[in-house]
């Protein structure tokens, strides 16, 4: 068994209820979407081969987070100041963070 999933269009608002207002709130990932992939014991072919045709890299991403992040940049009290996608994801590489390089010993 396995699931894909593609988020696109990511909205984050505040709330104080279980509800939300749809469709406001403010854009996550404008130019990015998040394909989220999920499996039981090996990637299975069908995957990887996509993969590899679109040059997709495996990266760990929260989206709660990065909505944590842009309410905070748009002016909302988050409890998550100065916090960017470079923290968000540190230590692993993918296409939303820059490579970093390792201390030379």
Do not use: W
Not at 9 to 24: C, G, K, V
Not at 31 to 53: D, G, N, Q
Request: aromatic share 4%; charged share 25%.
């Amino acid at each position: 068994p396995m699931r894909l999933t593609f988020d696109n269009e990511i909205l984050a608002q505040p709330s104080t209820r279980l509800d939300f207002d749809p469709p406001n709130g403010q854009p996550v990932l404008p130019t990015h979407s998040i394909i989220e992939m999920k499996y039981r014991a090996e990637l299975p072919a069908v995957l990887k081969h996509l993969m590899e045709e679109f040059l997709l890299e495996p990266s760990s991403i929260s989206k709660y987070r990065l909505s944590m992040d842009t309410l905070a940049r748009h002016g909302c009290r988050t409890g998550m100041t100065g916090l960017d996608v470079r923290t968000l994801t540190r230590g692993v590489p993918g296409p939303m963070q820059e490579q970093e390089e390792a201390p030379h010993a």
